[in-house]
């Protein structure tokens, strides 16, 4: 699907509001509200737009420590990669998991209450997953930056 100058706005505007309503979104992209709510479900049923969501302060819930962790498997077979993302995808601390380049095979992002919660975590979960190696990690200290809104380029300007 060839996303248009409309789209983007649409895409752009969503991602700052999610909450945003028809209305209120159409007069933003220059749009009336039907062919607006239009292009926002035509984005929704092909897939541009997978879901909406609220974005939650971890640390009002307690979820204070986060965990920047590098995995090493011992096989690289689809069998053991699909065994452990499974597992992976099983575990609610797991907020990110991508497969990399380089020296090791995952790289995971863990969101998790304490240190201690973590030491388990570690011990209990993921030095238990199938074909695990090497594990790395690296505890962040400060947030620096994270952006939750995707760069929208509008197609005339590339």
Do not use: W
Not at 10 to 30: F, K, M, P, S, Y
Not at 57 to 80: F, H, P, Y
Request: charged share 30%; with cysteine; aromatic share 6%.
């Amino acid at each position: 699907m060839k996303l248009d100058q409309i789209d983007h706005k649409i895409l752009r505007n969503l991602q700052e509001n999610a909450r945003i309503t028809n209305a209120e979104l159409a007069e933003r992209v220059g749009l009336s509200p039907t062919p607006c709510l239009r292009r926002l479900r035509r984005l929704e049923t092909d897939g541009i737009i997978k879901g909406y969501h609220a974005e939650v302060n971890r640390e009002a819930l307690g979820v204070n420590v986060t965990v920047l962790i590098l995995v090493k498997l011992e096989r690289e077979d689809d069998i053991s990669l699909k065994e452990f993302e499974a597992a992976v995808k099983s575990r609610p601390e797991v907020m990110e998991c991508h497969l990399v380049t380089g020296k090791f095979d995952y790289f995971l992002r863990v969101a998790i209450p304490t240190l201690s919660a973590y030491e388990s975590f570690l011990s209990e979960t993921i030095l238990r997953m199938p074909n695990v190696a090497t594990v790395e990690s690296s505890f962040t200290l400060r947030e620096v930056e994270q952006k939750t809104v995707l760069p929208v380029t509008d197609p005339r300007s590339v």
